[in-house]
């Protein structure tokens, strides 16, 4: 009787096996057929992998024949990672009708300007006009080092619109350097600042963080630094593939993989994975910001953070800010809460967005108003640390991205119809052609 059942059993389980295999072989062949001509991986990390793998350049033979890593403005560091090329700009010309003397007359001369666009890098790979020297020049009150991704950088406004830029204007006599990355995250902000940083001796040194920046240094390793934690210690060690003829020799993409089972596995990790690397990086910039804080106090530097959160945050987003301010707090370490800031200007421009609104894409970065509201957020943490001196607190108005940008005091509508100096400047996202710096700006008299 048992041996009947057994026999009976047996051809139910050859079907269920057999129904299995022809669900799975239709599968992968609807998933072959859905991702022809993309890539498919586990990960995030997988699919980089192959797409540098494939768009290495080779001949007719397959043969590589350039090993160099060129997109816009990016590079490959063999220690760093992805960072900046030097001596990138994207720049277009202007002539324009501005005053100018003329036997002791203001009369109006035509100039030429550089409209500095969303990048432009100077030989030392900061996102300046200008050069700086190694040792900050007597004539400065204060120099600021800054870190950060995309934001730092001022993507979508001009450059010269960007909230570092702004705040070397809303600081007197300061120098600030920018040694922003974009898609880049903390990791490339701690290896940017002990191996590059450190070289130009600035007195404040400040991390722009993104949330999101806390799950990129797990992201793709042809593109990150190679960072080692032993003993409550952080270290920068050589990278997996230090340059792009490393990866080309010792990477193989598989041979054999299903993209049935590489799909479900995508789809665990982008649910799952977010998560879990949001919580390892808070963990890992927590051991980044003591190491960071030792290091700017034996150099005589103070160690800041300005804190970013990107337009239409979710509910994972707002609880990592939040663990982010905790965390800070906690390692007593002076940050700017660009949320609280922003929320308290909220019904004075609610006529202008903070953020950079593109049709059919909706909110991107800042807007021109966004990083200057940033800049005299973090002017004004600056101040009541007693890192730099007090001075004017601006209302920003701007009505197009590449316009002037006017900083109007507070109090000075009363000045300006009494018929006094309202103190009123201007400022434009160009510089004079050949300049070093930004050169044409304006101050209003009435």
């Keep these: ?244 003829k490393d990866f080309h020799e010792q990477y193989r993409p598989p041979v054999l993989e299903s993209y049935a089972l590489k799909s479900a596995a995508y789809a665990y990790s982008v649910s799952s994975k977010y998560r879990e690397d949001l919580q390892k990086g808070l963990e890992l910039f927590g051991v980044m910001i003591d190491d960071v804080s030792r290091v700017a106090r034996q150099d005589n530097a103070t160690f800041m953070v300005s804190l970013i959160q990107g337009p239409n945050p979710t509910p994972l987003d707002a609880e990592y800010y939040n663990k982010l301010k905790t965390l800070l707090s906690k390692k007593n370490v002076v940050f700017f809460d660009s949320l609280a800031y922003f929320e308290t200007k909220r019904q004075e421009y609610r006529n202008q967005s903070f953020w950079y609104i593109e049709e059919g894409q909706g909110l991107g970065h800042y807007s021109v108003i966004g990083n200057a509201l940033h800049a005299q957020g973090v002017k004004k943490t600056l101040e009541r640390a007693g890192l730099a001196r007090a001075g004017q607190e601006y209302r920003f108005t701007n009505f197009e991205n590449e316009g002037a940008l006017w900083l109007i005091p507070y109090q000075s509508d009363v000045r300006l119809l009494q018929g006094k100096d309202a103190g009123v400047r201007v400022l434009f996202p160009y510089a004079e052609l050949g300049a070093t710096k930004r050169t044409y700006s304006a101050q209003i008299e009435v």
Aim: glycine residues 6%; positive net charge; charged residues 20%.
């Design 1 to 244: 009787m048992r041996l009947m059942r057994k026999r009976r059993v047996w051809p139910k389980v050859v079907l269920a096996g057999m129904t299995i295999l022809v669900v799975f072989l239709l599968a992968e062949i609807v998933f072959r057929i859905a991702y022809r001509g993309m890539q498919i991986g586990v990960d995030a990390n997988e699919i980089c992998l192959k797409e540098f793998w494939r768009q290495l350049p080779n001949d007719q033979d397959g043969r590589i024949t350039n090993f160099t890593y060129h997109y816009r403005n990016l590079r490959i560091d063999p220690l760093i990672g992805l960072t900046v090329m030097p001596n990138t700009t994207h720049a277009d010309p202007v002539e324009l009708v501005v005053p100018g003397t003329q036997n002791s007359r203001v009369v109006p001369v035509k100039k030429k300007f550089l409209l500095y666009r969303e990048f432009h890098h100077n030989a030392q790979g900061l996102s300046n006009v200008e050069s700086f020297s190694a040792r900050k020049p007597l004539n400065a009150s204060v120099r600021i080092a800054m870190f950060g991704d995309s934001f730092t950088c001022g993507s979508q406004v001009p450059l010269l619109f960007s909230f570092p830029a702004l705040l070397q204007e809303l600081i007197p006599q300061s120098e600030v350097l920018n040694f922003c990355v974009l898609s880049t995250g903390i990791e490339t902000m701690y290896a940017r600042y002990l191996l590059e940083g450190r070289n130009y001796s600035p007195d404040i040194v400040v991390f722009n963080v993104l949330v999101d920046d806390l799950a990129r240094p797990f992201g793709c390793p042809v593109l990150k630094p190679r960072l080692t934690l032993l003993n409550n210690t952080m270290y920068i060690g050589p990278r997996q593939y230090p340059t792009l």
